[in-house]
Each structure stands twice: as C-alpha cells, then as structure tokens.
C-alpha cells in the first residue's frame, strides 16, 4: 500500500531556531515530491522534488529529496513566528493520467518568540 | 487574480439532510479534485475530474457525490449516506495531468462542515 509518513508530528521552537522536518514514502511509482505550507485554510505549494531536480531553495527554506533512501527532509533556517503552520508533504506516483498524490499527516510547527 | 473559491466556509447540518460544497476555479485547469482533511490525518481524495463530464473516484467516495458540468466548477454534495461527514474540505485544481508539473495542486481555503 502506498503511504507517506512525516515526523515530528508536532514541534515547538523558538524564533531564530533551525528546524527540520521529514518525509518518508513508499510508492509503486515515484513521479515528484512535494511540500506545502497550511497556515489557516488553503496549502500553498513550496517545493517539488523530482528525480531530475532532487534539491530545492528559497529564502530560509530549502528541500532535499533522496531516492535512495526514500525521503525527503524541509530545513527552515532562523525560524520567525509567520513560519507556524502545518506542513504538508505529498507524493505523486506516476500514473499515466491520474494525478494522484498521496499526503501525509502533516507536521504541525509552533514558532514562539 | 487567478484562484479557487470554496463556499460556503462553514456550513453546519443536521443528520440526514445532503448539503452542497461549491467550488469555482478560474486558473483555466484541467483536472479537479475533493480532498477531505480531518485532524491527526492527511488529505484523503474523495473525488477528481480531469475533464468537464467526466469524473473518478477517490480512496474515499462512499457518500459523496459530484458533477462537472463546466471546466470552471466542481461542486461536491455530502450525502445523508456519509456516516461521518464533519471534517475540512478542500477543493483543488490542476494543469493537465499528462503535463510536466501537473502534480502541483493549487486549493481552495476550504469548507468546513459540522454535522449537528
């Protein structure tokens, strides 16, 4: 069964911390991984990792993707309080037409000043 | 600006009554999905559509059901069949599946519903 794992589930850190957050994946077909941030409603899209494009960066996020292990981790640097939200990883297998991804649970990250 | 809007936000009912989720894209995308979102959990797909009249099931459809009359709208309407109805609800959209990036969904800020 295809399924995607993430850890910490929750996590408190204070402003100015490093932070990293994992993703784990067992799929049949690996197409992209990718990542988004959840604030209050709607997931806003961060990174896409693919086979041909397996490290992301912007600003104070970056992302890598490693196929051999099957995982990816999301390092936020200097963390602020607007980097609370819950952060979603989601993976896509190759389907030929459906564009199914598979999340996971969600790490939920709590920044005090 | 291009987007996604769900409506209603919050939407209560009262068991045994269907209720309707609307949800209107102008981002000119293809495929359109339903995903429920319930706390401790990941989004699970209810329902996707990669073209207007045409529709699939998700991992979770049991008492759920759609239509995709227009490219721009695809409402999703909880039935009195679905035994655990309350939860988040976010609608999404995507490029054409068979496109490089199409796995990049871009949501609604959702609808949650609370089963009275």
């Known amino acids: 069964e295809d399924k995607v794992v993430q850890s910490p589930l929750s996590l408190v850190v204070h402003e100015g911390d490093t932070v990293t957050l994992n993703c784990s994946y067992e799929?049949?077909?690996?197409?992209?991984l990718l990542w988004y941030k959840q604030e209050k409603k709607a997931p806003t899209f961060l990174f896409m990792l693919?086979?041909?494009?397996i490290e992301k960066k912007s600003g104070r996020l970056s992302s890598i993707l490693d196929k051999k292990e099957l995982s990816s981790i999301l390092n936020i640097t200097a963390t602020q309080t607007g980097d609370s939200a819950i952060y979603l990883c989601?993976?896509?297998?190759?389907?030929?037409?459906?564009?199914?991804?598979?999340f996971g649970a969600g790490t939920r990250l709590a920044v005090h000043p | 600006d291009g987007g996604i809007t769900q409506s209603p936000k919050y939407l209560f009912r009262k068991e045994g009554q269907n209720v309707t989720l609307s949800c209107e894209q102008n981002?000119?995308?293809?495929?359109m999905y339903w995903y429920r979102q319930d706390p401790g959990q990941g989004l699970r797909l209810i329902y996707y559509?990669?073209?207007?009249?045409?529709?699939q099931k998700g991992d979770i459809a049991e008492g759920y059901s759609v239509s995709r009359e227009k490219k721009e709208s695809f409402p999703l309407t909880v039935t009195s069949a679905q035994k655990n109805p309350t939860a988040f609800y976010l609608c999404?959209?995507?490029?054409?599946?068979?496109?490089?990036?199409?796995?990049?969904?871009?949501f609604g800020a959702g609808s949650r519903l609370t089963v009275l």
């Open positions: 999404a959209s995507s490029i054409d599946p068979g496109l490089s990036g199409a796995n990049v969904l871009t």
């Open positions: 799929v049949t077909n690996f197409r992209s």
């Open positions: 693919t086979s041909s494009g």
């Open positions: 989601a993976v896509g297998p190759f389907s030929g037409g459906y564009n199914k991804l598979i």
């Open positions: 981002l000119n995308h293809d495929a």
């Open positions: 559509s990669q073209i207007v009249n045409d529709f």
